[in-house]
């Protein structure tokens, strides 16, 4: 595998890149591993749409994987940049906008480089299923807030740090169930809506929703719900002044 990143930072953990890029040729295979994020697909973009107009917006997706969420977006008329550390994910994705037709913009960079490059260029961001795999969030969401327009919106899906995410995310859907590889997640790692909050805070973005996310394996869909105690989509907004 080509580990060779030019310009990126070092808030990523290797071994989750290598643990993610060994999944990138049936990432876009409904059935395969990644059978759990395409079902979570179509809520995580209903919960972006229902927040913001997607048709011209300028909208850039952190870790954007093999591109599920990117060529959704797209297809949604956003003028999508998306970003991700693996060189293996990026490949599919570019791969697959091919066989789509979709206008995405994809590249290898860190979101901390090019908050450096192009910072308040986006309307919204959005961050997936990213938070609870990388060393240092806050620093992620710092660099979210630095390239988002005033005004702009975040949107970010995390898994909540409780017993009942140990028991469905691990255990059921990695060693019982078997929906995912084991070893996808770390619960040391799970991110408790109060900490997103502060981190959200000290990177001066609001933070206005919180909703649970529920995963219907037996259905293979996921719809939005009332509990957050095991995944959860957030949005956060950027003032207009930067003084307030």
Not at 47 to 52: D, G, H, K, L, W
Not at 191 to 206: N, V, Y
Request: hydrophobic residues 45%.
């Amino acid at each position: 595998m080509n580990t060779t990143r030019e310009n990126t930072s070092d808030n990523f953990h290797q071994a989750e890149l290598d643990k993610f890029a060994a999944l990138a040729n049936r990432w876009w295979d409904a059935d395969g591993p990644q059978k759990p994020l395409h079902a979570l697909n179509p809520v995580r973009l209903e919960y972006v749409a229902a927040r913001m107009p997607l048709a011209g917006a300028r909208v850039l997706d952190v870790g954007c994987g093999g591109g599920l969420l990117s060529e959704a977006l797209a297809r949604q008329g956003a003028q999508v940049t998306a970003i991700d550390l693996a060189p293996e994910l990026v490949k599919v994705a570019r791969l697959h906008k091919l066989e789509s037709g979709l206008d995405v913009d994809y590249r290898v960079q860190s979101v901390e480089d090019l908050a450096a490059e192009a910072p308040g260029s986006f309307d919204a961001i959005t961050c997936m299923e990213m938070l609870e795999h990388v060393p240092r969030p806050g620093a992620i969401l710092d660099a979210c807030a630095t390239l988002l327009k005033p005004g702009g919106k975040l949107f970010l899906s995390t898994l909540n740090r409780t017993p009942a995410a140990f028991a469905v995310a691990i255990v059921g859907a990695e060693y019982i169930a078997r929906l995912l590889p084991r070893g996808t997640h770390h619960y040391q790692d799970f991110i408790k809506p109060s900490e997103l909050a502060a981190w959200l805070r000290q990177s001066r973005l609001q933070i206005e929703d919180v909703s649970g996310l529920a995963y219907e394996p037996w259905r293979g869909s996921a719809r939005l719900s009332p509990r957050t105690d095991i995944n959860y989509l957030a949005w956060a907004s950027k003032p207009v002044s930067t003084d307030a």
